[in-house]
Nanobody
Framework: QAQLVESGGGLVQPGGSLRLSCAASRSIFDNYYMGWYRQTPGKQRELVAGITIFGTTTYADSVKGRFTISRDTSKTTVYLQMSSLKPEDTAVYYC?????????WGQGTQVTVSS
């Protein structure tokens, strides 16, 4: 059974917006640090944004002011709201849940920013 289920990727024009969702099990949502990573061919996966169980957030410099990570406790879902998208945001985005000795990844969702 998948621990993390992502949705919301797609094709968007530069300047547009998308929202990614990551549905987690209750046990993961309540106990793990969660984040969104992205990866392009030939490059390492990089952290885009992260959020603690207390709601403290962190962002990569490249997305500050444009992306917002949030969590919905009732739905055990973490969101990544992406605005003012640029072609360089094109990547496969992965949801991640981390705790000491445990690390889970979602299946990945493609985001393409192109006119």
């Amino acid at each position: 059974q998948a621990q993390l289920v992502e949705s919301g990727g797609g094709l968007v024009q530069p300047g547009g917006s998308l929202r990614l969702s990551c549905a987690a099990s209750r046990s993961i949502f309540d106990n793990y640090y969660m984040g969104w990573y992205r990866q392009t061919p030939g490059k390492q996966r990089e952290l885009v944004a992260g959020i603690t169980i207390f709601g403290t957030t962190t962002y990569a410099d490249s997305v500050k002011g444009r992306f917002t990570i949030s969590r919905d406790t009732s739905k055990t879902t973490v969101y990544l709201q992406m605005s003012s998208l640029k072609p360089e945001d094109t990547a496969v985005y992965y949801c991640n849940a981390w705790s000491v000795g445990q690390n889970y990844w979602g299946q990945g969702t493609q985001v393409t920013v192109s006119s």
